[in-house]
């Protein structure tokens, strides 16, 4: 079965940085577009990026950009987000997805299997 694990998460001080990974198994890794995604207590979940397949497209939600870079290993079967800068507004549980079309990347309906997530916790 299909299989999205996040790792990396943690308590980090503001300014800091930290590095998510997930490591997929169960589909072709490099026909999924990979995107985070995350959900902060008592708030809808919300996008964060996306990579394409091959890695050529990147995108970002606009509280992210700069600060966020996206990047995927198609050979390891892993997606990446190393998260700079880090502000208390980015505490979070942050989820990784998988989707087999990149329309609508932005959206929830366009991942077709979610991971666990991993908790992100930014102190002021």
């Known amino acids: 079965q299909v299989q999205l694990v996040e790792s990396g998460g943690g308590l980090v001080q503001a300014g800091g940085s930290l590095r998510l990974s997930c490591a997929a198994s169960?589909?072709?890794?490099?026909?999924?577009?990979m995107g985070w995604f995350r959900q902060a207590p008592g708030k809808e979940r919300e996008f964060v990026a996306t990579?394409?397949?091959?890695?050529?497209?990147?995108y970002y939600s606009n509280s992210v950009k700069v600060r966020f870079t996206i990047s995927r290993d198609n050979a390891k079967n892993t997606v990446s987000l190393q998260m700079n800068n880090l502000k208390p507004e980015d505490t979070a549980v942050y989820y990784c997805?998988?989707?087999?079309?990149?329309?609508?990347?932005?959206?929830?309906?366009?991942?077709?299997?979610w991971g666990q997530g991993t908790q992100v916790t930014v102190s002021s």
């Open positions: 169960g589909i072709t890794f490099s026909n999924y577009f």
């Open positions: 997805a998988a989707a087999r079309s990149g329309g609508n990347y932005y959206a929830k309906r366009a991942y077709d299997y």
């Open positions: 990579i394409s397949p091959l890695g050529s497209s990147t």
